[in-house]
């Protein structure tokens, strides 16, 4: 991808989050000049923010923040659409829009591989990142994480040498913004739902950002039991496809020259060859192990001894933060973070491999989703749902008539009370909301580390 970086090189940043925060960063070391727009005052966006301001970066803010768009590079932050009627504007004239992530690739000497998908990302990216670390960290190849994950890449752009690798988590609106050329090496799809309808115009639109990762250029790593993914299969130039539910046989059969991951007599297999036993993976669920086998698939061929990586990893590797974290346990009583689970599929999920009959914290931002799935993993799985957040409404009108408790609260704190009231010993709470957390919190990360102060505080009490 042609990203124009020289002395006559203009810049503006649109939204000045994480991301964009770390490519202020960038530009700075390479001498570009650069202005910030953000619809929110100087004042709101924080000491970042003043520290450009400091050295003397202009800023565009309030309703006007987009008006007059005059810089060759405009770098968007997640979130923002980019057919924006003045971004289009800035496009038809001729400036270069793209995104941190794409500005990452441009110039990173590292080896790129992507991890997109509705449900997941997550678990695999960090599954993905540990199994490459495993292999060469006493060989002097270094593994960089980051994307929609942790730290943005571009900020580790600086350690980075030819012989590393960089594993991106990509959300559909980074990949919105991104030019096909800068899409990784090999990207994985983890598997397609509705998910950002609040956003996206519409599914078709949300389905066409997911495939914007299979550039031309790209190994494809698919999920063949998604009905989706399963279609695209027949398109890609190069392709893995993974399965927890079927074999190799099956798999070939809907692409006859392609690489696979499968489950075969209790082994994980990489194109029919064990790697090592589903037993060893300390993850609980049939979505973990799918997890397994879409970060294997995505660095199969850079792992020197497949099976040992695994063995390590899978008997070492305990989940990420927010994903069913076991945060604390009072009375008798385990209490899971579960914070990440931002879509109804992804809380069907985690209740199938959590067990049990659950006291389940519901709620926060409405998506636009579709309930249903929600509604039947509560009714399979639940004792009880407590809702809180803007959501909580909607969600009680989709769960009428369903056999379990249902309480209504505002926020999450008034509905971790209920919980503690209501719950037994021998019982499990679990914060899984099924919605994105920005009606109350800046992200899901801020929602979980709520949630898990306010278990330990009930933690020490009971031992105080």
């Known amino acids: 991808m042609n990203i124009p970086l020289s002395d006559s090189t203009t810049a503006t940043l649109i939204g ?3 991301s964009n925060l770390a490519a202020a960063d960038f530009l700075t070391r390479r001498h570009v000049r ?3 727009r953000d619809r929110r005052p100087l004042s709101a966006l924080g000491e970042g923010a003043q520290a450009l301001a400091a050295r003397g970066v202009v800023f565009f803010g309030g309703d006007s923040y987009l008006d007059h768009l005059s810089e060759n590079l405009i770098l968007l932050s997640p979130g923002i659409r980019p057919d924006l ?3 289009a504007a800035a496009v038809a004239r001729g400036a270069v829009l793209t995104n941190e992530v794409a500005l990452f690739s441009a110039f990173s000497p590292a080896l790129l591989l992507g991890v997109t998908g509705s449900d997941g990302k997550t678990t695999t990216t960090t599954i993905a990142g540990r199994l490459l670390s495993d292999a060469w960290a006493a060989k002097g190849r270094q593994v960089f994480v980051g994307g929609n994950i942790g730290r943005p890449l571009i900020g580790m752009l600086p350690k980075m040498r030819e012989q590393d690798f960089a594993v991106a988590e990509l959300s559909s609106f980074q990949l919105m913004s991104m030019d096909r050329a800068a899409m990784p090496a090999r990207a994985v799809i983890t598997n397609i739902t509705e998910n950002h309808l609040n956003w996206h115009t519409d599914m078709a639109e949300y ?7 299979l550039a031309p250029h790209t190994h494809a790593i698919l999920n063949a039991d998604d009905p989706i993914l399963r279609s695209t299969a027949a398109s890609c130039r190069s ?4 399965s927890a539910q079927q074999d190799r046989r099956a798999l070939c059969a809907l692409r006859q020259d392609c690489h696979t991951m499968t489950v075969e007599s209790g082994y994980i297999c990489a194109d029919g060859h064990p790697i090592g036993p589903v037993s060893s993976i300390l993850l609980p669920g049939r979505h973990n192990l799918e997890n397994y086998l879409a970060a294997l698939g995505l660095v199969f061929p850079f792992l020197p001894d497949p099976c040992e990586a695994f063995a390590h990893v899978a008997a070492s590797f305990r989940g990420v933060p927010h994903r069913l974290e076991l945060v604390g346990e009072c009375n008798g009583v385990r209490y899971y973070n579960s914070s990440i689970d931002s879509t109804p599929s992804r809380t069907a999920a ?6 049990g009959r659950p006291i389940v914290l519901c709620g926060g ?3 636009g989703l579709s309930p249903a799935p929600l509604r039947d993993a509560l009714s399979r799985h639940a004792r009880a749902v407590i809702l809180f957040g ?4 909607r969600l009680a009108d989709a769960l009428q008539d369903c056999n379990l408790i249902v309480k209504i609260r505002v926020t999450m704190e008034e509905a971790l009370h209920t919980a503690v009231a209501m719950a037994k010993p021998g019982e499990t709470v679990v914060l899984s909301p099924a919605c994105t957390s920005f009606d109350a919190f800046r992200d899901y990360e801020e929602r979980g580390d709520r949630f898990r102060t306010l278990v330990h505080a009930l933690t020490s009490h009971r031992d105080s």
Request: hydrophobic residues 50%; glycine residues 6%.
């Open 16 to 18: 000045l989050g994480r």
């Open 34 to 36: 650069f202005t910030v």
């Open 85 to 87: 009627p003045p971004l």
């Open 207 to 213: 389905i066409a950002a997911k495939h914007r990762i």
């Open 239 to 242: 392709l893995t496809l993974f």
């Open 350 to 355: 985690s209740l199938d491999a959590l067990g």
């Open 365 to 367: 931002a409405d998506k």
């Open 390 to 393: 803007a959501a909580r409404s």
